[in-house]
């Protein structure tokens, strides 16, 4: 599945903040506390995750539009472009 230009954007910049915080989560499990690094990770991970996983209300109208698209525009099928 690839990524558009906004979504790549949106990745990079939910990186930026995971990442440092996945460093800090993994170090402090290193050091011995394991719930605070536990929960470092998790929301490191959900901070990545998340974005890409829940419908949004910028998704909405967009989905709306190809459905609509979709039921405008109807393909020709294979069979009846070789007449």
């Known amino acids: 599945m690839a990524l558009g ?4 954007i949106q ?15 993994v170090d402090t499990l290193l050091r ?3 719930f605070l690094g536990g929960v470092a990770l998790v929301v490191a991970v ?3 995750l998340l974005p890409r996983m829940l419908t949004t209300p910028t998704d909405i109208p967009a989905a709306a539009a190809e459905k609509a698209v979709g039921k405008a525009v109807k ?5 009846e472009n070789q007449d």
């Open 5 to 8: 230009i906004s979504e790549s």
């Open 11 to 25: 990745l990079a910049a939910s990186l930026v903040f995971a990442i440092p915080l996945g460093i800090f989560g």
């Open 32 to 34: 011995g506390d394991t």
């Open 46 to 48: 959900l901070m990545v």
């Open 75 to 79: 393909m020709p099928d294979d069979e």
